[in-house]
């Protein structure tokens, strides 16, 4: 006995019962077998249908199997929804904010906050918030102490929009991350440098920004601060009687950084040096112009100086 059935796709199937035992006709035991199956896509007799064989105890679980691929592949991807760019931005400003303990301290998931403003900048490019947000998230690397980060940020920012009301203060703040990675006036100075030269670049570029005045003071700072470690090198080079290389330190001093406030004590180490190099002329001539220049300075180094003239004569 053979029956035919449509079956879901391109092909018929075909139950049989011959070759079965006597008294074992469709039952349990029936094969289901296909026919009609296009080219080579024709399963062999002993694979049946996706290439397993096929029997009558083995079918209601395929059935099911296939109505639940069937099903499932009905089903829309399930995406996560994204909250508005407004919501997200008034969330990310809420994260900075922080949760208070005891009026006492606050701690502030800087990273959550960098988070939620990220998927602004990622699903939001054409947002009024989109911007806002790249400089939140480069202020709140800032203000974890993650300066690399942040500096990047401002840079980054400072490269997409050149004509941007905000670059001032993208300089300004990538001088501040080069600044507070300072260390002290004994050790490596690039950091000192690295800000001083964006410093100048703002004040160059922005001179009537609001920006550019706390620069100005910032960059005094610095450029003392230069002065000072050129100093100390000098000192050293001097504890160590290697006096031309000390006096080409104090030299350096009175050329690139006059008006710090180390120019009385630049001039007269720089006759100290000359004296020990035998060049008692040009050392006589050093400690009267720190004593003429800076007798009102109420310096140290005008008495110095002055002791050092009477001790010539």
Not at 157 to 170: G, V
Not at 183 to 188: A, G
Not at 205 to 232: D, M
Not at 256 to 269: H, R, T, V
């Amino acid at each position: 006995m053979t029956t035919n059935h449509r079956q879901p796709g391109n092909g018929w199937a075909r139950s049989s019962d011959e070759g079965l035992p006597p008294g074992r006709g469709q039952g349990k035991h029936s094969k289901l077998t296909l026919i009609g199956w296009p080219g080579s896509l024709k399963p062999t007799p002993s694979e049946g249908f996706f290439g397993v064989t096929i029997r009558g105890s083995t079918l209601p679980a395929l059935l099911v199997c296939l109505l639940t691929i069937i099903s499932c592949a009905d089903k829309p991807l399930d995406f996560e929804d994204v909250p508005p760019a407004d919501e997200l931005y008034a969330k990310g400003l809420k994260q900075l904010e922080g949760r208070d303990f005891f009026g006492v301290y606050t701690y502030v998931n800087y990273r959550k906050a960098v988070e939620t403003f990220q998927t602004i900048v990622d699903n939001y490019p054409y947002s009024e918030y989109n911007i806002d947000a790249q400089l939140q998230i480069a202020d709140a690397y800032f203000d974890d102490g993650s300066y690399e980060e942040a500096l990047s940020y401002y840079r980054d920012f400072a490269d997409l929009y050149p004509q941007h009301e905000k670059i001032p203060y993208t300089v300004l703040r990538s001088a501040l991350c080069y600044y507070e990675q300072i260390r002290s006036i004994n050790r490596d100075q690039t950091p000192t440098r690295q800000a001083l030269k964006h410093l100048e670049d703002l004040t160059k570029r922005f001179p009537y920004e609001s920006e550019a005045t706390e620069g100005e003071n910032l960059l005094l700072e610095l450029r003392g601060r230069l002065a000072k470690n050129v100093i100390e090198i000098g000192d050293f080079y001097f504890e160590r009687t290697q006096y031309l290389s000390a006096a080409t330190r104090f030299r350096s001093v009175i050329d690139e950084y006059p008006g710090m406030g180390l120019d009385a004590e630049a001039l007269y180490k720089l006759g100290v040096c000359y004296e020990n190099m035998k060049r008692q002329d040009e050392a006589l001539r050093l400690y009267h112009v720190v004593v003429e220049e800076y007798r009102d300075h109420d310096s140290e180094y005008v008495f110095k100086a002055e002791e050092r003239i009477a001790a010539s004569d």
